[in-house]
Antibody, heavy 119, light 107 residues
């Protein structure tokens, strides 16, 4: 079955860029049905949807983060990535990669990776 | 953005109880509503999609209903494994948004 795994630094300094990668295993990243997504959850708080990328390269970002977010895809490596620039302590969170479909919502999630923004 | 409001924020119940969680949308989302269960330190797990469709592998004691702006998640007979936090999410329009969560505690 399809599994997702996040990877990247667990500590980022303020004003720098947070970079995470999600590796897809057990299935194709190139199906037209899927939207590969990033979602985050600050400690003790709720879920915030960051954005998605389709294998074709089309993206949509949450307007609240749009000026700082870039999501990209590398179909040959079966990976998609998140970059969040100019981070502050408010960006400290568990970051999840996930698979979404139009009908079924977000059906598969990675285990999540904690990213702390601190000097 | 569409705002999602869940009630209650915390719910205390006992094994075997029937419980209902409500989710309200700030505008109509048709039936594009999903429910997730999250346990501490774990990723959310999809329970219900399109308001009332049970995700594969999810026990039948979970059910969802509603359309437009008001939705409910019902657990017919609570089991020990069900004590967790539950989130609703609208996927009618971007940006997708979540409710603030309902923590289901053991009474």
């Amino acid at each position: 079955q399809v599994q997702l795994q996040e990877s990247g630094p667990g500590l980022v300094k303020p004003s720098q860029t947070l970079s995470l990668t999600c590796t897809v295993s057990g299935g194709s990243i190139s199906s037209g049905d899927y939207y590969w997504s990033w979602i985050r959850q600050p400690p003790g708080k709720g879920l915030e949807w960051i954005g998605y990328i389709h294998y074709s390269g089309s993206t949509y970002y949450n307007p609240s983060l749009k000026s700082r977010v870039t999501i990209s895809v590398d179909t040959s490596k079966k990976q998609f990535s998140l970059k969040l620039s100019s981070v502050t302590a408010a960006d400290t969170a568990v970051y999840y990669c996930a698979r979404a479909l139009d009908i079924v919502a977000t059906d598969i999630w990675g285990q999540g990776t904690m990213v702390t923004v601190s000097s | 953005d569409i705002q999602m409001t869940q009630s209650p924020s915390t719910l205390s119940a006992s094994v075997g109880d029937r419980v209902t969680i409500t989710c309200r949308a700030s505008q109509s989302i048709s039936r594009w509503l999903a429910w997730y269960q999250q346990k501490p330190g774990k990723a959310p797990k999809l329970l219900i999609y399109k308001a009332s469709s049970l995700q594969s592998g999810v026990p039948s004691r979970f059910s969802g209903s509603g359309s437009g702006t008001e939705f409910t998640l019902t657990i017919s007979s609570l089991q020990p494994d069900d004590f967790a936090t539950y989130y609703c999410q609208q996927y009618n329009s971007y940006p997708y948004t979540f409710g603030q969560g309902t923590k289901l505690e053991i009474k």
